[in-house]
């Protein structure tokens, strides 16, 4: 079809051209009004005559599929589109502020400034994950921070849906995305896979921190290539003052292999929200790239795909192999047996999720008013204490012949609050927890302190419960699960 000429003042199906904001190579941006939509809009016009990929025009189609399904304060909220046979556009919410793209010019940028920053933009695609679809085009200049400083993504023309047919994939088949953020699965056409966004965030991660790209930008699918065997310089290596818990995330969301990277970006954003947690590998070390025999013999590996491709994984699948689970444990010597419960339920659930990341969580009680002492009656920290009673309490599920998940998967957390629920309730929601494993004491007055913190969990938590407990009977454990309600949902009945 002919391309229309547009203009200021025209109307395209009721939206008035008001002023073009910006002129790409494959597409026009519009600021537009509507009398039915007071609020901000703007349009996106592919130019058809000066794009000669077909892609950019499939890449068009597939944003008109998938935008309309997104829902949350993460992506632009959708308004209309129109198709091929008249002006083709689409109509979406005017995300206010800049793109990440300026902050390029400025690395290395200072470590304080970067894992804040890229931890929302992990649990934004978190959010885009839960939705089923791979984005696939992440950068810079996808990622939009508002005033409020707030992340929104942008521009799905290469997203992946569940749910949909894959326009991209059935039309061409050649590597899609932009050179330096391409994940290796990519390059070999795995295009469902929600790690290769973490992968590109790894990338943005390391030239924020450095002021270099990892691997280049290369223009070839041969350059592209060499990400399935080469592996960066160590960002140490060229800015000295990488914090090793820095560099251990940078280079685990660089790995070839997904299954090596973070399972998911919740859990991403969890290490970036908690670096002091950070489980540290031999990746924190490293001050320079792998040996000539190490890379000779990912080459060997890389010559057959399927090394590489069945390690990839559709976006729901993946999502329900790596919850984030929360054990809110008591410590207090007298419940001694209802931590060792606690214990046993937590490995049963993490058990059949082996990508899952565990969350130990107590809650050290302080006064709504009064200056609390940080030192117990022999002068030694509590906060301190806490922590290395619950590490010694989570010590069983990653360690000996009968662990449950690896080590670099638990991390343990002392939470100082006046009302332990509320801390654990808003532990839960900052760190996307899928599953909160808590205790409940028996009967009596104790019973009806802990016993509120638990009920207080199971009916306000955003996620599934289970309240482990030990009747005062003696009977055997007794555990009941509660499930997140959704808002269609009659509230669930405990199943004991």
């Known amino acids: ?95 206010e502020g800049d793109s990440l793209r300026p902050l390029l010019d400025a690395a290395p940028l200072p470590v304080e400034q970067i894992a804040p920053l890229m931890a929302k933009v992990a649990l934004a695609l978190h959010d885009l994950h839960l939705q089923h679809i791979v984005h696939l085009d992440i950068k810079p200049s996808n990622i939009m921070r508002t005033p409020q400083g707030d992340v ?60 270099e790209r990892p691997f280049g930008f290369p223009k070839s699918v ?39 990277r973070y399972a998911s970006a ?33 080459w060997l590996s890389a010559q057959n795909p399927s090394n590489l491709v069945s390690q990839s994984r559709a976006v729901s699948r993946q999502l329900a192999a790596a919850p984030i689970v929360m054990a809110a444990v008591d410590l207090s010597q007298e419940w001694e047996g209802l931590a060792d419960a606690l214990r046993a339920v937590t490995r049963q659930i993490i058990a059949i999720a082996p990508e899952a990341r565990l969350s130990c969580v107590t809650v050290l009680k302080t006064h709504r008013i009064a200056t609390d002492s940080h030192l117990d009656e022999a002068g030694r920290n509590v906060h301190v204490q806490k922590l290395v009673a619950l590490k010694h309490w989570a010590r069983p599920l990653f360690a000996g012949a009968r662990a449950s998940v690896a080590e670099e998967r638990v991390t343990c957390h002392v939470l100082e609050a006046p009302d332990p629920a509320a801390a654990l309730l808003d532990y839960a929601q900052t760190n996307k927890v899928d599953h909160i494993v808590i205790g409940s004491r028996g009967a009596g007055s104790m019973r009806r302190y802990l016993g509120s913190v638990s009920a207080a969990v199971a009916a306000q938590a955003p996620c599934s419960v289970t309240i482990v407990r030990i009747p005062d009977d003696g009977r055997p454990l007794l555990s009941e699960r509660v499930s997140a309600l959704q808002p269609d949902e009659a509230a669930p009945t405990a199943a004991t």
Do not use: N
């Open 266 to 298: 919740a859990q991403l954003a969890q290490d970036l929200q908690q670096p002091q947690a950070v489980a540290l590998t031999e990746r924190a070390t490293r001050t320079r790239a792998d040996s000539r025999l190490t890379v000779l013999r990912r």
């Open 1 to 95: 079809m002919a391309e229309h000429v547009l203009e200021p003042g025209q109307t395209v199906d009721g939206f008035t051209l008001a002023e073009r904001l910006h002129t790409g190579g494959m597409a026009i941006l519009w600021r537009v009004t509507h009398p039915a939509h007071p609020e901000p809009l703007i349009m996106k016009v592919p130019r058809l005559r000066s794009i000669d990929d077909p892609a950019a025009i499939v890449g068009f189609e597939v944003e008109q599929m998938i935008l309309p399904t997104l829902t949350g304060s993460h992506v632009p909220r959708f308004v209309a589109a129109g198709d091929f046979t008249e002006q083709p556009y689409i109509v979406m919410q005017h995300v």
């Open 152 to 211: 929104v993504l942008v521009d799905f023309g290469l997203a992946r849906s569940d749910f949909l047919p894959d326009l991209l994939a059935e039309q061409l088949r050649v590597p899609m995305g932009t050179g330096p953020y391409i994940a290796p699965e990519q390059v070999l056409g795995v295009r469902d896979d929600p790690r290769s966004d973490l992968f590109a965030l790894g990338v943005m991660m390391y030239h924020l921190t450095t002021g």
């Open 222 to 260: 041969r350059g592209l290539r060499r990400r399935l065997w080469r592996d960066p310089v160590p960002p140490k290596a060229l800015r000295k003052d990488t914090p090793p818990w820095l560099q251990e995330i940078i280079l685990r969301c660089l790995e070839v292999r997904p299954d090596r």
